[in-house]
């Protein structure tokens, strides 16, 4: 079964450009999840998607914004690009039930230069 | 304001000695408890989770132990292995955020041969 794959792997960027990371999740979850996590820290939550509609949403400013498609995959955007934007983005997928874990990606690293 | 906290950033234990992850909680609508290990490179793999009405869960050389009322939960690896070597992640989710779980920011586990 193929696990959570995450498009790029590596990415370089400058700031005020903007990026877009992709997501495809394990088949059969409907829910996908992205997270943002920095150096010495944990994970921080972006969003939640389920059935193509944002389901729950971190406290994250508007430049991070995400979309999921008919079949699940979901992309990830931001624009306006910092250098604190310089993370590793990490998605997860699951059923999207309750009591459901959530099983990652790899993960996108994104450094801004 | 952290809800999800793992105070020890780092352990190191013996090979075949008892490993002990703690992970204590503010929040308590989090019904939904589970632990998470890393390796560089790598996204976070599920390893165990519990529900609130339970205590205990048990798989294998983990289990999970939860004390609700003083909000507070542990992983025990019995025996260590130094495979088991890896950042642990503590994470919680409410009920009506099946989606967006809370993770504290890890705990470093060195297992020594």
């Known amino acids: 079964k193929a696990g959570v794959t995450q498009t790029p792997r590596y990415l370089i960027k400058t700031r005020g450009q903007q990026v877009t990371l992709s997501c495809s999740p394990i088949s059969g979850h409907r829910s996908v999840s992205w997270y943002q996590q920095t150096p010495g820290q944990g994970l921080q939550f972006l969003f939640e998607y389920f059935s193509e509609t944002q389901r729950n949403k971190g406290n994250f400013p508007g430049r991070f914004s995400g979309r999921q498609f008919s079949n699940s995959r979901s992309e990830m955007n931001v624009s306006t690009l910092e250098l604190g934007d310089s993370a590793l983005y990490l998605c997860?997928?699951?059923?999207?039930?309750?009591?459901?874990?959530?099983?990652f990606g790899d993960g996108t690293r994104l450094s801004i230069l | 304001d952290q809800q999800v906290k793992q105070n020890s950033p780092s352990l190191s234990v013996q090979e075949g000695r008892i490993s002990i992850l703690n992970c204590d909680y503010t929040?308590?609508?989090?019904?939904?408890f589970l632990w998470y290990k890393k390796y560089p490179a790598e996204g976070p793999t599920f390893l165990i989770s519990i529900s609130s009405i339970k205590d205990k869960n048990e798989d294998g050389r983990f289990t999970v132990f939860l004390n609700k009322s003083a909000k507070h939960l542990s992983l025990h690896i019995v025996p260590s292995q130094p495979g088991d070597s890896a950042v642990y992640f503590c994470a919680a989710s409410a009920r009506e955020g099946a989606g967006k779980s809370t993770f504290g920011d890890g705990t470093t586990l060195t297992v020594k041969p």
């Open positions: 997860a997928s699951s059923r999207g039930g309750d009591n459901q874990p959530q099983h």
């Open positions: 929040n308590s609508m989090f019904d939904y």
